[in-house]
């Protein structure tokens, strides 16, 4: 019996360390141990009660809120199809003061996405928001979405990049996601940009 | 018939007398695992499916590490818990398939493959009753990709899959069987 439970040890031990070693040498699609993937800004309710909810960008523990809970509630203020489209045609999406970040993957962004759009996969967003910060950081307004329907990652990429600095107030969700654009028979692209 | 003479008797004859004690025949389950069959069933099927789903798993590990979360079994925070299972898991289900198909280390590595499907085969149920609860579809019709590495999939054809290979796995367990085993000792 003790050699069992001694060699269920090893087992588990040498499956871990190969495991470790294997998501070390990825050079996509690496998980970082440490980092909270699915973490949601918490949602604060000013003392009083009514007040609108803000939350910090200070970087703090962000998974206080419960993101099992069936619709995920979060602090950012959702934009409909009819915003993001008056948004999109009008000029300060040419001019850069609105910047539309697709959180999906490298995968389904080259697929299809709307034109202009910045990919920053939630779960690669390390790099890819290091290449883009400058950029994100000059815009008034940056519109997050995803695939939309149960699609989570806006909102867990919304929070990382809170937490990496972008103010609160320049974030919008675009819940309804690419299932709403592409519903609506709007222009998209294909390929990277 | 075994006859006995008397000592120093002129070739008397006596009555026979039984010296051997009855063997108890082997039981049927018994019989049915001497036959090695079932164990070799259960090395290949349990051993080859580990190593395919694993496989499955490591061709997209964020799928995967999803998919973790999806279940509510580990604590969200703090991320190393479900990042570990989503990095470690399909490795050790690797190392417990490798170690069944060529029968080394038998018994440690099918309980660790009968841990994980007791684990995980309730966690997929709770999550189909969720499913049904919640949309007014018969149960049997629910699809939904459980992280097993199979893709979208039909609950009940996998809770069904799933119900085998935890027989199998306490076949492997169970069983002393060794034939074509690498390691021979029970």
Redesign the interface.
Known sequence: MKR?VL??M???A???V???G??QA?AK?R?????????VAPVVVAPGGDGPPSASNSGG?S?DSN??DIGLKHPFTPVTLDEVVEMYLGPGYEAGEIIFVDAR?EEHFQKEHIIGAVNIDN?NADTMYDDAEAFLLSANTIVIYCGGGDCEDSIFLATYMNNRGVPMGKIRLFEGGMKAWLNDNLEVEQGLP | MAERQSGGGAGVTVAPVSTSTPIPSPSLLRRVDQTHVPMLAARLIVGGVFLWLAFSKLADPILFLKNVREYHLLPESPPIFINLTAVALPWVEIVCGVLLVIGLWIRPAALIALGMLLAFTPAIFARAVGVYNAGGIAFCAIEFDCGCGTGAINICKKLGENSSLILLSLVAVLSQSRKFAVDKSP
């Open positions: 069992v060699r269920i090893v087992i588990l040498v499956g871990t190969a495991g470790l294997f998501n990825r699609n998980i970082s141990l440490g980092r909270p993937y699915f973490a523990d998974t993101p099992a993957d779960y």
